[in-house]
């Protein structure tokens, strides 16, 4: 079971047309919806389960620029800005903290790869560096362990996965967007080829422009309409503790654990480096795109068979049959965390922070990241479908980014001028022979 997200208020039934239908109500979903609505765009957002109810309320809550892909950081140093007055925003606070966050460095294997990445970010490594000796010890208070080094950035920051999302979604709705939950998009109609509307569980929505921002739903919902976008999904495992006093006050990731400071005063905890691949029939079909990652980023994801692969999300059932749709069916995905997993980074970190022992485990949940085969996203009109804009693959960054894909993604069905260069993120790459690679492995 996932972590308790804030509610948001139900809307009545489908409208019969709409300028903009978005699929999919997570971070990026709902960030579209609202930069749209400002905009005086007649926008409706379908969810097939609650908002936020998947990876949007399942992720650390970092909100980083440091260790990001170069081709993402002007879109990040954008989502940070609009972080910075996501209260005013909003109308309530998400916890978004500029409180820094530090990667621990070991070895001088680790302190190379932090310096490389400081050379790619070239100008946009803005106020990242190297710290080490009593700078990085005042950083970790309550820690009873030395490290050689750490990247440090002190503006990148934190923010609350329960809270964000929903608290765009109630913005969006008081500037004029329509949100219905519980109600699944079974597909998208095109007439002459463009895109004309979309088929829902509650009836069909005329518009003239659709968003697949359906996070790991995405590839199953361009591949009924004849697209192929190669994604895969990354089940990931956190936990989280009940308050404690003292302790580092933003968020880390060390070899064996990653931690944030949450804003009830308990800390998100994860093992920081591995994770599972539930192999799926699209594992084969993809592989060919994701032997880079598998060679490199993916070198600690560790691959499973189990029920998935018949009846998961990407299994062997149809999109449709019978009364219900694949979508309608599930709700929610809600995978098993690795309970293992999970206490084996709990003790790494307590190992280093004696203080968290004793204190209470208040909950463990799993969720799914949707990953590109170079951990870029696609935020991207598609050439060839007419009026569909495609902004997925966010490959474990999407909750950060957030703000700023909506924003883009916006742009990108109004016309205006893009909020950065969204060339980096086109769709295409993935179908015209261009070689992918992940260009980090932070």
Request: glycine share 12%; proline share 7%.
């Amino acid at each position: 079971m996932g972590p308790p997200v804030d509610p948001v208020p139900a809307a009545g039934g489908i409208p019969q047309s709409a300028d903009v239908v978005i699929i999919g109500g997570g971070i990026i979903g709902v960030s579209t919806a609202l930069f749209l609505a400002r905009r005086g765009v007649s926008v409706v957002l379908c969810e097939k389960g609650h908002v936020a109810g998947e990876q949007s309320s399942r992720n650390w809550g970092w909100c980083r620029r440091m260790g990001r892909d170069p081709r993402e950081l002007p879109l990040v140093v954008e989502a940070l800005k609009l972080w910075d007055g996501m209260e005013q925003t909003v109308g309530e606070d998400v916890g978004f903290r500029r409180s820094g966050i530090l990667y621990l460095s070991e070895t001088d294997t680790d302190i190379a790869h932090n310096q490389d990445w400081l050379r790619r970010a070239g100008d946009f490594a803005l106020d990242s560096r190297i710290i080490e000796g009593r700078e990085l010890a005042a950083l970790l208070p309550g820690g009873q362990r030395g490290y050689k080094a750490a990247l440090y950035t002190e503006s990148d920051g934190r923010a609350e996965p329960q809270k964000a999302a929903p608290a765009i979604a109630k913005a969006a709705q008081r500037a004029g967007a329509k949100i219905v939950q519980n109600c699944a998009v079974r597909s998208i109609e095109r007439q002459a080829g463009r895109v004309s509307g979309v088929v829902t569980e509650q009836g069909t929505i005329r518009a003239t422009a659709v968003v697949i921002a359906g996070g790991a739903w995405s590839s199953r919902l361009c591949a009924d309409l004849g697209l192929r976008m190669p994604q895969l999904t990354v089940r990931a495992s956190v936990m989280r503790t009940a308050p404690v006093e003292g302790g580092p006050d933003g968020a880390a990731w060390a070899n064996g654990y990653a931690y944030r400071k949450r804003l009830d005063g308990g800390y998100t905890i994860a093992d920081g480096r591995t994770n599972y691949h539930d192999i799926v029939p699209a594992s084969f079909r993809f592989l060919g795109d994701f032997l880079p990652l598998l060679k490199g980023n993916w070198r600690d994801v560790g691959l499973r068979f189990g029920t998935p692969f018949l009846n998961g999300h990407a299994g062997l059932l149809p999109a449709t049959g019978g009364e219900q749709s694949v979508y309608e069916a599930n709700r929610t995905l809600d995978p098993a965390p690795d309970a293992k997993l999970l206490q084996r980074a709990r003790s790494n970190m307590e190992a280093v922070f004696p203080f968290l022992k004793g204190v209470p485990l208040v909950q463990r949940w799993a969720g799914y990241i949707d990953a590109t085969p170079d951990a870029v996203p696609v935020i991207a009109p598609v050439e060839s479908v007419p009026g569909l804009v495609i902004s997925t693959g966010f490959s474990g960054h999407g909750f950060g980014i957030g703000p700023a894909a909506g924003r883009l993604v916006a742009d990108l069905v109004t016309g205006d001028t893009p909020l950065v260069d969204p060339k980096p993120f086109r769709y295409e790459r993935f179908i015209d022979g261009t070689r992918h690679r992940p260009t980090t492995g932070v």
